[in-house]
DNA sequence: CAGTATTTGCAAATTTGTCGCAATAATCTA
DNA sequence: TAGATTATTGCGACAAATTTGCAAATACTG
């Protein structure tokens, strides 16, 4: 894992540094965070200038990527590190979960855009939706 | 068109103002919109406060969501104006072309939801990838 | 049309994201 | 491993984006 994100950087010419690794430590293995989330689990070890910096830069490097939800964007680790996947996001509580891609559905969405004539090279899928805990009855 | 909007409002008890009409004048029939578009054709009959006001309401109301295309976001009709489609954003050109819905895949993508103990109610795939223009060898 | 509740504009505040630059930390080579 | 060379960080000041309180204006109800 530490690795893959050496490699990631070096290819780009970047280094490893303390904060980026701070910063990874934050995204690896958890659900996708918001900037302030980010921000805010790093405040006393980082400034909130090289957070940004940081992400931007995990997304040139292809470490990272948003996700746009609604009103605001989260981040998280690419599928280098993830393995591709889509995401279920609550209403009602707000969490993300991580939907593994099926491999049916992946093949359609491809073919869908090729019918169109349009030459696909990635997609990103967000449903929204009550998780199982928030369609509970009460 | 208008009348829609009307009982859509009516629906969750507020009313049909002039600023209102004025922002939904701007999204009939157009491509998605930044805020900053939205803001800068109404500048001079709606300040901005209301603006942001006015998109919150209409998606409490189901009138407008925020679609996501890359960093920015971007605000157009709901499907009950729109109907309901998907995206597909050339990374080339950087276009944005509509891809009507296909029935089976929205089955699929509510199947895998369910599958996952989700409750689906909604969903937005953005497709990335070269347009038939862009993919034309040189 | 008057009465009542909602909505707007305005100005100020807050929140979010960016920038320049001197100090610091990483990398590279010997 | 030390020293030279770059890249990166923290800081503080900015700039942009979004939110808020409140008095005045507007829409809705009957
Ligand atoms: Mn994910
Ligand atoms: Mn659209
Ligand atoms: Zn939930
Ligand atoms: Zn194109």
Redesign the interface.
């Known amino acids: 894992m530490i690795n893959t994100l050496r490699a990631l950087l070096k290819q780009k010419g970047y280094s490893l540094t303390k904060p980026r690794l701070i910063v990874f430590g934050v995204l690896a293995g958890k659900e996708p965070q918001t900037m302030a989330e980010i921000i805010g689990l790093t405040a006393n070890k980082i400034d909130r200038a090289t957070v940004y910096r940081t992400i931007e830069l995990f997304e040139q490097a292809g470490i990272a990527h948003?996700?746009?939800?609604?009103?605001k964007?989260k981040i998280e680790l690419t599928e280098v590190f993830n393995g591709h996947h889509h995401h279920?996001h609550?209403?009602a509580c707000g969490r993300t979960?991580p939907?593994p891609a099926?491999p049916?559905?992946e093949t359609?969405?491809d073919t869908?855009?090729s019918k169109?004539?349009?030459?696909?090279?990635?997609?990103?899928?967000?449903?929204?939706?009550?998780?199982?805990n928030c369609?509970k009855p009460s």
Request: glycine fraction near 8%; include cysteine; charged fraction near 10%.
């Open positions: 948003r996700l746009n939800i609604g009103f964007y279920l609550c209403t979960f939907l099926n049916m559905l359609m969405i869908v855009a169109a004539d349009f030459a696909p090279r990635g997609h990103q899928l967000e449903i929204y939706g009550l998780c199982q369609s």
